[in-house]
């Protein structure tokens, strides 16, 4: 995933450019550029490097120009370098194209356009569109982007500035990769999300698939360059544009040293937002956006979850929560996969599709799977107007706020909670014996903020253990039931911000092979807070402790069988079993961030991964 960015209007674009790619980072950080026009000439820099190494070349240059476009990379064609980061330009210098996403007939390109005398400079896709406009270019920007758009396939949202068309941007968007466009006065803006513009503008309009937008500063009109728009409503952009009622500041870090510390410490904000209005002080819920039709609840025959990454460990939790209140099978699965194995689904089946960008093109593609089989599709998700938002048949957003750092966190507990919202809500159309069940899941849940405030108050000694954990290599984490799935997050974290090598397991698989590569003094977080299977878990605990690993619990504060026999345990409130979940990654979060900053790493930006993957 790559961050787009692009001014057009009345103040020199380069500083905005600049504002918008620092919001941006999160999307993707190998590369970085800037395309500013003046007049007839359009200045073209760029490097390898962050956002902050482009600010260190330009520092000193006197760049100025009302209109601009700028890009911030994840590599998909082409290594990191100078020559392949965006703004690419046609050989002319004519057209600079900005680009997230793959055009997938780029080989055919290529070969083409070098048959036609094209030089190509770069390993990247993207500079075969800027050849193809120049080469449709018949004093019409708009009809030659729209004829190079014809030209490639894919998903992919791009911008392109022209030096011979000072004071334009056209901006265009099919499939996964968003784009919004940003009305200000005199001035409009363009980007990969909404949060980078909130400095700028509230109102905007997000584009829909299969729709070019062509800006000027006073006005924006959208317009389609594929013959029917993929999904969606046509409306003339006037009539579309939304008011985002997000603090300017929601996305800046806040005085925080790293946004992922921000996003863990601001959970039981997000908690209580997702739930705020939602669950009733009688138990009841009610999900306003919701329409789902009771008897699509009463036929369902099976719930699947579909997602990837975090989302997908979100939808594990589900599993244990849908599958006996609901009394159907339930079914997880990670989306890059389930889309290839020809599955079985049908108008019975109940999707929970979750993701917090909205934007995953491996869960986005799975989902239109599902529904070209007649599969009725929730989503659950935390950004408004998302791809999956749009395409879902029924909606339930968290209300995490927006979730820079590339390591899920609120959203993941968000969307937890949405969960149990979710089972609630479906549970008020379904026979059922679990009233009792579910009035303790309502009461947890408001009870739920306090207790991460609980695991937040106890930072310093996670952080403290953290720093004894991140001097390892190798670490372990065992759980059952609800806390299974916590086990699988957990190693994520951990692996995704400090680099260690983690595996999560089922306690009770341990010893079918694994318990293998246990020697004296690997370290092995058992999470232990599931009370029905508790005794279990301490045989596990045992099984591990006889090897001599290096055994720390994730217990309950009232724990004294495990907390007597491990000589380290991290501590977490007692709740209700369903609820175990979220207190526990919390401290699991916490645990994964201070081994990263133990280890020196990049937190919000860890190597080779990006925020949102929409490409599969
Ligand atoms: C989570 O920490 C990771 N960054 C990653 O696994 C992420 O959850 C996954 O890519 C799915 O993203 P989504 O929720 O936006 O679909």
Sequence with gaps: MCGIVGYVGKNDALPILMAGLTSLTYRGYDSAGVAVVNGTSMHVVKCAGKVGDLAARLDGTTITGTTGIGH??????????????????????????????????????????????????????????????????????????????SQVTGAFALVVASRLHPGMLIAAKLDTPPLVVGIGADELFVASDISSLLRFTKRVVILEDGEMAVLTPKNVYVDLFRAEPVIGRRRPASERVLSVDWPADIAERGGYPHFMLKEIEEQPRAIRDTLRDRLLDDGRVLLEEFALPPSVIRRARRVLFLGCGTAFHAGLVG????????????????????????????????????????ETADTVSAVRGVQERGATVVAITNVVGSTLSRIADHVLLTRAGPEIAVAST?????????????????????????????????????????????????????????????????????GRNLDEPIAREGSLKLKEISYIHSEAYAAGELKHGTLALLSPGTP?????????????????????????????????????????????????????????????????????????????????????????????
């Design 319 to 358: 599993q244990y929560l849908f599958e006996p209140v609901l009394n159907v099978p339930v079914q997880v699965e990670v989306a890059s996969e389930f889309r290839y194995r020809q599955p079985v689904v049908g108008p019975d089946d109940l999707v929970v599709a979750i993701s917090q960008s909205g």
């Design 72 to 149: 911030t990379r994840w590599a998909t064609h082409g290594e990191p370098s100078d020559v392949n980061a965006h703004p690419h330009t046609d050989s002319a210098g004519d057209f600079a194209v900005v680009h997230n996403g793959i055009f997938e007939n780029s080989n055919e390109l290529r070969e083409r356009l070098r048959a036609q005398g094209c030089v190509i400079r770069s390993q990247t896709d993207t500079e075969l569109f800027a050849h193809l406009v120049a080469l449709n270019y018949d004093g019409s920007f708009e009809a030659a982007v729209k004829a190079a758009l």
């Design 524 to 616: 092995v977080i058992a999470i232990a807070t599931q009370s029905e299977i508790y005794e279990k878990m301490v045989s596990n605990v045992q099984e591990v402790l006889a090897r001599k690993a290096w055994v720390t619990g994730l217990i309950a504060d009232d724990d004294t069988e495990l907390r007597g026999m491990l000589a380290d345990s991290l501590v977490v409130p007692r709740v209700n079993d369903l609820l175990a979940p979220v207190p526990n990654v919390v401290a699991l979060q916490l645990l994964a961030y201070h081994c990263g900053v133990a280890r020196g790493c990049d937190i919000d930006q860890p190597r080779n991964l990006a925020k949102s993957v929409t490409v599969e």
């Design 410 to 478: 609120k959203a993941f507990t968000a969307q937890v909670v949405a969960n149990h919202l979710l089972l609630m809500y479906l549970a008020q159309y379904r026979p059922h014996q679990h009233d009792k069940l579910l009035y303790q899941v309502g009461q947890g849940l408001r009870q739920l903020g306090d207790a991460v405030e609980r695991v937040l108050a106890r930072a310093d000694a996670i952080k403290a253990f953290a720093e004894r954990l991140a001097e390892h290599e190798d670490v372990y984490f065992i």
